[in-house]
């Protein structure tokens, strides 16, 4: 599903219009943002949590001509589903 199906979905689950919808889900995106840069973790309960993590600089190797290169340090947000997502998930 991409965004503008999820608008759809959305749209017609709540029936609000195509773009009070994409709004919504504009916020929402914006909202797990936000948390995410200033608390570094957001939690949905039921959902699942993002979370920024640090990733420490490392060595890797290119994998045309097998040199190593370094890859530096950064930041990356990572997801852990919730039980209930995971059971739904899990049960198909």
């Known amino acids: 599903m991409n965004k503008s199906q999820l608008v759809g979905f959305v749209a017609e689950e709540l029936r609000l219009s195509r773009l009070g919808s994409a709004t919504l889900i504009d916020k929402v995106l914006e909202g797990?943002?936000?948390?995410?840069?200033?608390?570094?973790?957001?939690?949905?309960?039921?959902?699942?949590?993002?979370?920024?993590?640090?990733?420490?600089?490392?060595?890797?190797?290119?994998?045309?001509?097998?040199e190593p290169i370094r890859i530096e340090a950064g930041r990356r947000v990572g997801f852990r589903m919730g039980k209930a997502l995971k059971d739904s998930v899990a049960s198909g």
């Open 32 to 66: 797990i943002e936000k948390g995410l840069r200033e608390d570094q973790c957001v939690t949905i309960a039921g959902f699942g949590t993002f979370e920024v993590k640090d990733r420490k600089a490392r060595l890797g190797r290119n994998p045309h001509t097998g």
